[in-house]
């Protein structure tokens, strides 16, 4: 690997890092207005490290959710996330405590970069560590400022930090909608939720939308690059 | 408020674990690798409707749209992450101070 290839990878990962903890500020600031204490806001981007299923947790907090739906929706959101891990096993190729760790890095950002580098597996694992610890320290950065600052601030919306969230997944998204099926399957899912959201509550459109487009998906052959996932 | 988010987190690494620990043979059918294939894209499209067009349970037209659209012009014309990003944010932001959209 080049000395050139090498850096392009690192500054991929650290502008994405950038990306990421513009939005954790909002996490850090919506959690501490669902309720939560900075230290649990903290705690949660510490520990369970996987935006949607943070986001989820506190939606259904701030609607006033059980603690059941909330861990269920959280867990639910977060299922993919054993899908990445398993197509990164085989690249990553972790062992003991390693593999502990590769487990908390594997996440939509690190897993997306990595299968940039399909069988290139130096690169492929220099981008999902790079990743993963360059968000790692700026979301949980992101979350410490905005939990602190949500007090300071009447509206944490009024920086139009919740159209930040969407506008990152939609940018995780992009390079993945290549052909008409797999735009269906974004278009379908996208619909369904919205759809589905007045009727019922707490995480649950998310995943019926999400099981109705790889449906949609499936019939219309859509296909992703081998290791584009 | 603390069990939940210990359990929730146990939960979640759990499932991250979970694809580390399996025999990679158990989920290797062509069925299998294209669901897994699509569960990303799926998943991360509903979330992006649900918090672009969906507020508590109702549905509406706020400043997040005009950011969201912003940062889907900003996609189409090559901009890095970093730029969607922020065109999103600032988008939204500018809508609401000029009171345009709630």
């Known amino acids: 690997m080049t000395m050139e290839h090498r850096r392009a990878i690192l500054g991929d990962a650290l502008a994405l890092g950038v990306g990421t903890g513009v939005y954790a500020i909002s996490f850090g600031a919506l959690a501490v207005a669902a309720g939560l204490s900075a230290w649990q806001a903290q705690a949660l981007s510490l520990l369970m490290f996987t935006g949607a299923s943070q986001f989820a947790l506190i939606a259904v907090v701030a609607s006033g959710g059980s603690a059941a739906v909330a861990i269920a929706t959280s867990t639910l959101v977060g299922t993919r996330n054993a899908f990445y891990a398993f197509a990164m096993a085989p690249v990553l190729d972790a062992r003991g405590p390693r593999r502990l ?8 950002e ?30 949980n950065l992101g979350t410490l400022i905005g939990a602190l600052g949500a ?9 139009g930090l919740d159209a930040a969230a969407p506008a990152a997944f939609l940018a995780l998204v992009w390079p993945r909608l290549t052909s008409w099926p797999m735009r269906a399957v974004a278009i379908v899912s996208l619909v369904l939720a919205v759809a589905l959201s007045p009727f019922i509550g707490a995480g649950l459109p998310v995943l019926v939308a999400g099981a109705g487009g790889i449906v949609v998906g499936l019939a219309l052959g859509a296909r992703v690059r081998e290791g584009g996932a | 408020m603390w069990p ?11 499932l991250k674990l979970i694809g580390y620990v399996v ?20 998943l991360l499209s509903a979330l992006i409707g649900i918090w672009t067009f ?35 944010a600032a988008v939204t932001a500018i809508v609401r101070a000029l009171g345009w959209l709630p």
């Open chain 1, 110 to 139: 690190s897993t997306g970069m990595a299968a940039r580098y399909e069988g290139d597996r130096d690169s492929a694992r220099l981008a999902f560590w790079a990743t993963a610890g360059a968000i790692y320290v700026l979301w």
């Open chain 2, 4 to 14: 939940t988010i210990l359990i929730a987190s146990g939960a979640a690494y759990a």
């Open chain 1, 151 to 159: 007090g300071l601030v009447e509206d944490p919306n009024a920086f």
């Open chain 2, 54 to 88: 969906v507020d508590g349970q109702s549905i509406g037209i706020d400043a997040r749209v005009p950011g969201v659209l912003a940062a889907l012009i900003a996609l189409l014309l090559r901009a890095p992450f970093l730029v969607v990003i922020v065109t999103a």
């Open chain 2, 23 to 42: 025999p990679q043979r158990w989920l290797d059918t062509p069925l299998s690798r294209r669901i897994t294939a699509l569960i990303p894209i799926a």
């Open chain 1, 101 to 108: 760790l590769a487990a908390q890095a594997t996440i939509d």
